[in-house]
Nanobody, 125 residues
């Protein structure tokens, strides 16, 4: 049985940092590109970032470029999202997802197979 579990969400002030973690089990983690998504109240889910199976390539949505860093530790089956210079508009539920593919292709935000239940990030102004 596949399990994807996020952690690290919290309430922080604007300008502060957070690191999200995601641990996956029951799948061959090293074979899958992994991604972070977020959904704010009243808004559609948004792809935040994707990382290829070996960490060799990454993709970021424009709004987080230069502030967020995605990484992975295949030995620990764990995905990370380092979020710096947080803004109130980053407030959302953050979800981790495992891709059907090993690489983050042009449709990386639609190639997801397994999802976690999310971790809440709230940034106060």
């Amino acid at each position: 049985q596949v399990q994807v579990v996020e952690s690290g969400g919290d309430l922080v002030q604007a300008g502060e940092s957070l690191r999200l973690s995601c641990t996956a089990s029951g799948l061959t983690f090293v074979n899958a590109a992994m991604a972070w998504f977020r959904q704010a109240p009243g808004k559609e889910r948004e792809g935040v970032s994707c990382i290829s199976w070996n960490g060799g390539s990454t993709v970021y949505t424009d709004s987080v470029k230069g502030r967020f860093t995605i990484s992975r530790d295949n030995a620990k089956n764990t995905l990370y999202l380092q979020m710096n210079s947080l803004k109130p508009e980053d407030t959302a539920m953050y979800y981790c997802a495992a891709s059907r593919r090993a690489l983050c292709g042009t449709s990386w935000d639609r190639d997801l197979k397994y999802w976690g239940v999310g971790t809440q990030v709230t940034v106060s102004s």
